[in-house]
Antibody, heavy 120, light 107 residues
Framework: EVKLQQSGDELVRPGASVKISCKAS????????MYWVKQSPGQGLEWIGT????????SYNQKFKGKATLTADKSSNTAYMELSRLTSEDSAVYYC?????????????WGQGASVTVSS | DIQMTQSPASLSASLEEIVTITCQAS??????LAWYQQKPGKSPQLLIY???SLADGVPSRFSGSRSGTQYSLKISRLQVEDIGSYYC?????????FGAGTKLELK
């Protein structure tokens, strides 16, 4: 069974950073890219970026460049997203999602989501 | 960025009713379109990809179609487990963008 287990909800101060993890199991981690998606009440769903763990290549939505940094650890089958210089606009639920192996935009498995609340 | 205008924003329907949700793309996106279902408190799940292809394990009452730059998701006979929100996603041009969602409720 394909599973993406994300780290827990976070409450962080404005200006701080947060790192969310996404541990993959049930498939070969390096055979698939990983999307990260933001879901907020005001903005709906937004694609943040994509990482290809096999070659450590990333692609970002221009809107999130400088905000999000995607990495992957092949030894632990875990993808990470770090969000920096947090503001209230970053309060949202963040999902990792596996990209279909052949349809390279289709998210065929999702993590459970990690809620980030930015508040002093 | 390509805009995906999704309608309606909310919809109330009866069991066994036919439900149709549409996404209008602001420019040509070919068949680079997927539909996702999100049940309350859960993560989105893939329903349709390449505009018309049914994802594995998705009931056949779901179908997708395309007419030019308008894309539709149809539920042929609404079931109680279909209640939730639905989103379209285009991936023709960077960045991928999503429709604002349709919240489907039971009448």
């Amino acid at each position: 069974e394909v599973k993406l287990q994300q780290s827990g909800d976070e409450l962080v101060r404005p200006g701080a950073s947060v790192k969310i993890s996404c541990k993959a199991s049930g498939y070969t981690f390096t055979n698939y890219a990983m999307y990260w998606v933001k879901q907020s009440p005001g903005q709906g769903l937004e694609w943040i970026g994509t990482i290809i763990p096999l070659i450590d290549t990333t692609s970002y939505n221009q809107k999130f460049k400088g905000k999000a940094t995607l990495t992957a650890d092949k030894s632990s089958n875990t993808a990470y997203m770090e969000l920096s210089r947090l503001t209230s606009e970053d309060s949202a639920v963040y999902y990792c999602a596996r990209v279909h192996r052949y349809n390279l935009y289709v998210m065929d498995a999702w993590g459970q989501g990690a809620s980030v609340t930015v508040s002093s | 960025d390509i805009q995906m205008t999704q309608s309606p924003a909310s919809l109330s329907a009866s069991l066994e009713e036919i439900v149709t949700i549409t996404c209008q793309a602001s420019q040509d996106i070919g068949n680079w379109l997927a539909w996702y279902q999100q049940k309350p408190g859960k993560s989105p799940q893939l329903l349709i990809y390449d505009a018309t292809s049914l994802a594995d394990g998705v009931p056949s009452r779901f179908s997708g179609s395309r007419s030019g730059t308008q894309y539709s998701l149809k539920i042929s006979r609404l079931q109680v487990e279909d209640i939730g929100s639905y989103y379209c996603q285009q991936a023709h041009s960077n960045p991928d963008t999503f429709g604002a969602g349709t919240k489907l409720e039971l009448k």
